[in-house]
């Protein structure tokens, strides 16, 4: 069954280091690739996106992913993160099993950055 | 403001009971998915519906069911419920079905008690 691993349950960071989230994904076929987060007591909201073209995206609030085809994985970036990236991140993978598109979504990313 | 619409924002009810969820989705989108979010399993893909009609299904119990109607809106309907039940339950809709991004609503809390 297709599948989405998150590796860091938890992360700490202090303000000003750098973030690296890991996703992989276990589908062989085409997919289509996001990131989404999740402040505090909000909705997920959808941080990038890869459908195709160059495997290097960038989104919003300075984060980017780069999809390594090669090692189904789609990692998360952020050079310099910020109190305010205090969230939840989820990555999703919404492929084509058996002809119909469904979202699958890891288990997430709590990361705390500490002022 | 994802420009989707979930209500009631929190609901408290007994085991046993029955409830529903509503999700009014973007204007223009024709694809509705629900989600369940909880502390101990994540969030995990219940049903998608697709301009009316079912498209995908996920985790979603027997006594949990859905329906997207004609006017685009859907509904979650849990039964029976257990204290299990209680989580987030997300919804999220789409342009098409195939592959667009997902925008989220703000999630309805189902505590059962």
């Known amino acids: 069954a297709q599948s989405v691993s998150q590796h860091n349950h938890h992360v700490i960071l202090s303000e000003a280091a750098s973030l690296e989230l890991g996703c992989n994904y276990s589908y062989g076929g085409t997919v289509n690739l996001f990131w989404y987060v999740q402040y505090p007591g909000q909705h997920l909201q959808l941080l990038l996106k890869y459908f195709s073209g160059d495997p290097l995206v960038k989104g919003i609030k300075g984060f980017e992913a780069e999809f390594i085809k090669s090692k189904f994985s789609f990692n998360l970036r952020k050079p310099s993160v910020q109190w305010s990236d205090t969230a939840e991140y989820f990555c999703a993978v919404n492929a084509l099993p058996g002809g119909t598109y469904k979202y699958i979504f890891g288990t997430g990313t709590r990361l705390k950055v500490l002022a | 403001d994802s420009g989707v619409t979930q209500t009631p924002k929190h609901l408290i009810t007994a085991t046993g009971q029955r409830v529903t969820l509503r999700c009014s989705p973007r204007?223009?989108?024709?694809?509705v998915y629900w989600y369940q979010q909880s502390l101990d399993q994540g969030l995990q893909f219940l049903i998608q519906?697709?301009?009316?009609?079912?498209?995908a299904k996920g985790n979603i119990l027997e006594r949990f069911s859905a329906q997207q109607f004609p006017d685009l809106h859907s509904e979650l309907n849990l039964s029976s419920l257990e204290l299990g039940d209680s989580a987030l339950y997300f919804c999220a809709s789409s342009s098409t079905g195939t592959g667009s991004e997902a925008f989220f609503g703000q999630g309805t809390r189902l505590t059962v008690v």
């Open positions: 204007s223009g989108d024709l694809s």
């Open positions: 519906y697709y301009n009316g009609e079912e498209r």
